[in-house]
Every structure is written in C-alpha cells, then in structure tokens.
Nanobody, 120 residues
Framework: VQLQASGGGSVRSGGSLRLSCTAS????????MGWYRQVPGKQRELVATITNAGSTNYSDSVKGRFTISKDNAKNTVYLQMNSLKPEDTAVYYC???????????????WGQGTQVTVSS
C-alpha cells in the first residue's frame, strides 16, 4: 500500500491542524491505520489508530485533543489536532497494517512524514 500524507505545517500553541493520509487501496482491506510521530533522537511513538470497524485508540498525551477518523470512500484517514502544544512538534507518519496476499502475511507500510511545528 502506498500512503500519501499531507497537512503538516507551523502553528502557534493552541492552534489546530488536520493531517490526511490517503491509501492506494481500499481502506476496507486494511485492518488498522494509524498516525505516529517522531522527533530527532527519539523513537517513533504512537499517536492514534483506527481499525477497519472504526474503533479508535489514542496515546495519553493526545487524548481529548486529537481525533482520528476515516473516509472509506476516499481511502483516507484524518488526524484532527486541536489545542496543539509545542511538545506536539514532530514529524508525523501514517501507516497501514494489513494482510498481504502476495506474502501471505501481515504487512505494515509507512507513508512519508509530514512536519508539524508548534511554537509557543
């Protein structure tokens, strides 16, 4: 699956951004899609995930501020980020977790990152 992420940018603290991630195949065939983030020198960390059935999961640091959603018709997952804080500054990556028939096994693909910068 090819994933195209967009929507990053620079905002002031308290501002909002919406990230989008469009998959090259039907979202119905993807078990879980998620957003992760990474800052230099640190491991990539989970931000939020959404399952094929629509169940969501959030890291404690973004719970109540970020919302993950999906539009199956557009094969797109969104991350609405509100009340942004400087500590949300990172490169954000989307991924897709699905069963790959060619290898008959689990496959996780990543999109290119999109930079989010929050200034105080």
């Amino acid at each position: 699956v090819q994933l195209q992420a967009s929507g990053g940018g620079s905002v002031r603290s308290g501002g909002s951004l919406r990230l989008s991630c469009t998959a090259s195949r039907s979202a119905f065939s993807i078990n879980v899609m998620g957003w992760y983030r990474q800052v230099p020198g640190k491991q990539r960390e989970l931000v939020a995930t959404i399952t094929n059935a629509g169940s969501t999961n959030y890291s404690d640091s973004v719970k109540g501020r970020f919302t993950i959603s999906k539009d199956n018709a557009k094969n797109t997952v969104y991350l609405q980020m509100n009340s942004l804080k400087p500590e949300d500054t990172a490169v954000y990556y989307c991924n897709a977790d699905y069963f790959r028939v060619a290898s008959w096994g689990r496959q996780i693909d990543w999109g290119q990152g999109t930079q989010v910068t929050v200034s105080s």
